[in-house]
Structure formats: structure tokens, C-alpha cells
């Protein structure tokens, strides 16, 4: 696949599947053993993409994505980004703030046959964390 097109599945998954709330994409935009790569100490360690959408939904059901940098490489995508969502539901066992949040960081991926394969994320969770009043 060429690079510009590897760029569409990743903007598929900020817009579709995480801005237009499109869950059932998933099966599209990525290869059935996705493998999620999230730094140690990362508050969230959800088992799965799915697992991930739902939990992020149902606590921050607002949660919107800006992509500020789209850069590919081969079968790479890095992508920065920020969002900005509002806490409406039991988050780690936290419950609703009704604050707005803001995160920003950077995730790579890389595409094989059209999906993504292996993802990458660093955001700012002690931020967030922070912003909610947990730390």
C-alpha cells in the first residue's frame, strides 16, 4: 500500500471510529490481532481496541480528536494529536467530574493489507489524571 493510502486507514481512526463514535468500523481499520503498544505506567492498559473505545466512551462520551500532524513513512504512520472531552461517566473506577479534559500525544502505526496492525501510544495520563482530580 502507498504511503497516502496507509495515511486514510489512520484518519479513518481518529474521524470514523473515534470522532463520528463509528465502533463498528473497527473490523476494517485494523487486523484482527492488533497488537496495542502503551508505555508502563500508562494509566489505562485496556486489553483490546474494543475494550478501549468502550471504556473511553462511556466515561468521556464527548471525547474529540484533532490531528495536528499526519507523517508516514513506508508502512509507518505518526500521527500528533490532541482532544479535548468532557468526564460524564465512571472512569478507573473514578466517577463523573462533569470537568473538561484535554490530552495531547503522539501515536504511530503501522499498516499491513490496508489495516492497522501494531499501535503505539504516548499521551499524557498522569495529566489527566491530574485534570480530574485523581492525583
Given amino acids: 500500500m502507498s504511503v497516502e493510502a496507509n495515511k486514510k486507514v489512520v484518519t479513518r481512526y481518529w474521524i470514523d471510529f473515534w470522532n463520528e463514535k463509528q465502533g463498528n468500523i473497527i473490523s476494517e481499520i485494523t487486523a484482527a490481532d492488533l497488537k496495542l503498544h502503551f508505555p508502563p505506567g500508562q494509566a489505562h492498559q485496556p486489553p483490546s481496541l474494543q475494550k478501549w473505545f468502550e471504556t473511553a466512551l462511556s466515561a ?63 499521551g499524557d495520563s498522569l ?9
Fill in 127 to 135: 495529566g489527566l489524571l491530574h485534570q480530574l482530580g485523581v492525583l
Fill in 60 to 122: 468521556f462520551p464527548d471525547v474529540h480528536f484533532t490531528m495536528h500532524d499526519l507523517i508516514g513513512e513506508g508502512d509507518k504512520v505518526v500521527c500528533r494529536w490532541s482532544y479535548v472531552a468532557t468526564h460524564t461517566g465512571d472512569f478507573l473506577g473514578n466517577p463523573a467530574t462533569h470537568l473538561k479534559v484535554t490530552d495531547q500525544g503522539i501515536n504511530m502505526f503501522r499498516i499491513e493489507d490496508g489495516k492497522i496492525a501494531e499501535m503505539w501510544m504516548s
